[in-house]
C-alpha cells in the first residue's frame, strides 16, 4: 500500500514541459520545510515561484493590488 502511495506522489510530482524536459514538483512538506528553515533564497526561480503560490494562494501572488484589504465572502 504504502509503496503505490509514493509511486503516485513521484509520478504527481514530475511533469513534462513541452520540449521533453521532466520538471520537478516540490511535496507540499518539502514547501513547508523550505518555509520553516527560511530556504526560499536557495530554491530556483521555478520552486520559489511554487512555493509562494503554495504559502499565499495562486490568486493573491497574480494580484497587483497586494497591499489593499479585501472582504472574501465564503460560497456556501
Known amino acids: 500500500m504504502m509503496d503505490s502511495i509514493s509511486e503516485t506522489l ?9 520540449k521533453g524536459e521532466t520538471k ?7 514547501m513547508i520545510e523550505i518555509i520553516k528553515k527560511k530556504q526560499i533564497n ?3 526561480e521555478q520552486e520559489r515561484k511554487q512555493v509562494m503560490n503554495f504559502a ?10 497586494k497591499g489593499n484589504k479585501k472582504v472574501i465572502k465564503e460560497k456556501v
Not at 10 to 18: A, F, L
Not at 24 to 30: F, Q, V
Not at 57 to 65: A, L, P, Q, R, T
Open 10 to 18: 513521484r509520478k504527481k510530482r514530475h511533469r513534462q514541459t513541452n
Open 56 to 65: 499565499f494562494g495562486e490568486d493573491y501572488i497574480k494580484s497587483n493590488d
Open 24 to 30: 520537478m514538483r516540490l511535496s507540499e512538506e518539502r
Open 42 to 44: 536557495q530554491c530556483s
